[in-house]
Nanobody, 123 residues
């Protein structure tokens, strides 16, 4: 069993920055590839970024590349998402996800999910 808990969301002005965190805990925490997804109003949940366990393979959605940076601390079991130059269209609920494997999953299929943290960007 693995629990994922996101934090760091909030309300910011356009152009601002945020750093989201996702803490993984539980008796089965191990070598997980992890990712961020988001659900923006009126749209389906969408992929944002992913990182394998060792951090050697990272990918981003085209819409966030250059503004978002995914990273992780494997000692503390924390996943991060550094966001800069926030735009109103970045507003939504950001979810942390993990898979049981250490490598990036095919089809971005993640089995474990957090409850999400709200990001609101105003112009």
């Amino acid at each position: 069993q693995v629990q994922l808990v996101e934090s760091g969301g909030g309300s910011v002005l356009a152009g601002g920055s945020l750093r989201l965190s996702c803490a993984a805990s539980g008796p089965e925490v191990g070598d997980h590839a992890m990712a961020w997804f988001r659900r923006v109003p009126g749209k389906e949940r969408e992929f944002v970024a992913e990182i394998d366990y060792r951090g050697g393979h990272i990918s981003y959605a085209d819409s966030v590349r250059g503004r978002f940076t995914i990273s992780r601390d494997n000692v503390k079991h924390i996943l991060f998402l550094q966001i800069k130059d926030l735009k109103p269209e970045d507003s939504g609920i950001y979810y942390c996800a993990a898979t049981w494997a250490a490598y990036l999953p095919a089809g971005r299929h993640y089995e474990l999910w957090g409850q999400g943290t709200q990001v609101t960007v105003s112009s």
